[in-house]
Every structure is written in structure tokens, then in C-alpha cells.
């Protein structure tokens, strides 16, 4: 079966360390969050057909800033990745301070994608973000990564269990064009709002 859509031309412009240095645009922005080892790299590459682009790592916690990377209807920000032991005490201050700064202050945001692995989804640090951006009224999309991990029976129940809490929902694999597909349909979605 042939899945008929358009990868993402995506291309990275520019990483930020904090707040206070983000690209400043008056194009549409949405952010991409989740835990360390969610594969949000993997779907950035996915999304946009390219290898490279974002950095997939063995090792967790290799987003240490916003990266902005542009689409032609506005940008995608990937986060740093929360809840990895590894990254300094201040390091993990200094982003309990900046992301926040972020959702309160981003006038351009439209909606935010938290990306969560199915295997273990929406575990304390998702439902965190979830709750910080339910609170200031920011569009959420909830991606179940690596849903080729589980039996399609497995991925369904958990799918719906987490729309019924949390709402919009997607189950996504980087080996499944169909749901790459939804994912790119799902940003130009966010951006338009």
C-alpha cells in the first residue's frame, strides 16, 4: 500500500543555550519534548527523510539546547531531554528555569508534541510537561514512539487508554511510513493553528 505524502524539508538553523538567546521569527513554532531516550531525534529524521539532521545518540541527554530547525511554514524546537541521571545539578537547574521561561513567554508557539515510548508511556517527568502546558493553554499532541516494539494489540489498548486521559494521541514508528506520514500531517496541523 502507498502512503502519498510529503517529508518535511526541514534544515537546521540554530541552537539556543538558554531562553534569552532563541531564534527570534514571527513564523508558527511547535516544540518537541519527551524524555531522553523517546526517539525524538529519530522522528525529526524521519519526519523530514534525512539521516543526520538531528543527532541520535546511544547515549541519553545529548539535546543540551533548543534546536531550531525551520520547515517552510514555520519551526520545529526540539528540546533537551528530560529526566537522564547523567546531566549535571546544573545543568538540570538551569533547564528548570529556561523551559518554563519558554511556554510562558513564546508568543509564536501554536502547540507542543510530547513524544513518550509506548513500552512505558507518560511516565512522572511527561505528565509533568503535560500539566505545565495543559496550564497555560498550549495545543498537545501525545506521540507513542516506538510502536513497532509492542504487538499491534498492545500498541491499540494503550493508544486509546492515553487518548481517554490526555487526548490527541498518535502511535508512531520510524519503520512504518503510514504513521510518518500522520506525524508530518499532524505538525502542519499544529503549525497552521
Known amino acids: ?39 525524538k531525534s529519530s522522528a525529526i529524521n524521519a519526519i523530514s527523510n534525512q539521516k543526520k539532521l538531528a543527532k541520535v545518540s546511544k547515549t541519553p541527554g545529548k539535546t543540551k539546547l533548543f534546536n531550531f530547525f525551520k520547515l517552510t511554514n514555520g519551526y520545529i524546537v526540539d528540546f533537551p531531554g528530560y529526566g537522564y541521571s547523567k546531566v549535571s545539578k546544573s545543568q538540570k537547574k538551569e533547564w528548570s528555569k529556561e523551559l518554563p521561561k519558554y511556554f510562558d513567554m513564546r508568543k509564536n508557539l501554536t502547540g507542543a508534541i510530547i513524544f513518550t515510548d509506548i513500552r512505558n508511556p507518560m511516565r512522572e517527568l511527561d505528565v509533568s510537561m503535560f500539566e505545565m502546558l495543559h496550564q497555560r493553554r498550549i495545543p498537545i499532541l501525545i506521540v507513542l514512539t516506538k510502536s513497532d516494539k509492542v504487538s499491534e494489540e498492545a500498541a491499540f489498548e494503550t493508544f486509546n487508554e492515553l487518548e481517554e486521559v490526555f487526548g490527541y494521541s498518535l502511535c508512531f514508528s520510524i519503520k512504518n511510513k503510514k504513521s510518518i506520514g500522520q506525524l508530518v500531517s499532524a505538525v502542519n496541523e499544529l503549525l497552521s493553528n
Open 1 to 39: 500500500m502507498k502512503f502519498d505524502f510529503k517529508y518535511l524539508d526541514l534544515q537546521f538553523v540554530e541552537s539556543a543555550a538558554e531562553y534569552d538567546q532563541c531564534l527570534v521569527h514571527e513564523s508558527a513554532e511547535i516544540a518537541f519534548v519527551g524524555a531522553s531516550n523517546a526517539g
